[in-house]
């Protein structure tokens, strides 16, 4: 059974400061993707991470793929408030990419 | 464009009846799936279409229902509703099954059985 695994599942953080959400998971996929969902909303977007070694950044969020090791880390530099949302770590299937799974989110909040 | 739309947002359903869960997305998308997200949870897919007239079972399917006769619409059925079933149903996107291609979701429908 695949397994995709995050932790911390909960991060209350101060403004300013810095944090890494860890993303494990079981299968060979070499392929991650990150969403944000804030309370009650949708699901969107951050990052698509294709290759070991990938980096992605977008203000102040950058996302790794480490393939060897089924670990990618979402980094928080100097959180603000606006980032307070859950964030969720997504593997497919492999082969034909038909299906994603997902993660049991890590729900930030960041503390003025 | 409008993405991907789900009606209705909220329903509250009794034991044992019927629904029929809508999704229409407007982007020509061939890929198209139903997840459901549980409170404190990750999603879980329940079907998923890889085009018209193709569909196929998740990880959660029991108790569900789709069929694609169009590009755009996939619907979910809900037979004789259950309280497990309470839950937030998400339907999404995907143009292909390429690599770099993220999925996009709706808004969600948020279901009650009691």
């Known amino acids: 059974e695949l397994k995709v695994e995050q932790n911390p599942l909960f991060l209350s953080m101060q403004e300013g400061k810095n944090y890494t959400i860890y993303c494990n998971y079981s299968t060979t996929s070499d392929r991650l993707y990150w969403y944000r969902q804030d309370p009650g909303k949708s699901l969107e977007s951050l990052f698509v991470?294709?290759?070991?070694?990938a980096v992605k950044q977008e203000g102040r969020l950058m996302a790794s793929l480490d393939t060897k090791a089924r670990l990618s880390t979402l980094h928080i530099t100097a959180a603000v408030h606006d980032l307070s949302a859950t964030y969720f770590c997504?593997?497919?299937?492999?082969?034909?990419?038909?299906?994603?799974?997902f993660g049991t989110g890590t729900s930030l909040t960041v503390i003025p | 464009n409008a993405g991907v739309t789900q009606t209705p947002k909220f329903r509250i359903l009794k034991i044992g009846q019927s629904m029929t869960l809508q999704c229409t997305q407007d982007m020509n998308h061939n890929y198209m799936y139903w997840y459901r997200q549980d409170p404190g949870m990750g999603l879980k897919l329940i079907y998923y279409s890889v085009g018209a007239g193709i569909t196929d079972k998740g990880e959660v399917p029991n108790g569900y229902n789709v069929s694609r006769s169009t590009t755009e619409d996939f619907p979910l059925r809900l037979e004789l509703a259950a309280p497990s079933q309470t839950s937030v149903y998400f339907c999404a996107s995907r143009r292909l099954a390429q690599y770099q291609e993220t999925q996009y979701f709706g808004p969600g429908t948020r279901l009650l059985v009691l």
């Open positions: 991470l294709l290759s070991n070694g």
């Open positions: 997504a593997v497919d299937s492999g082969a034909g990419v038909l299906q994603f799974y």
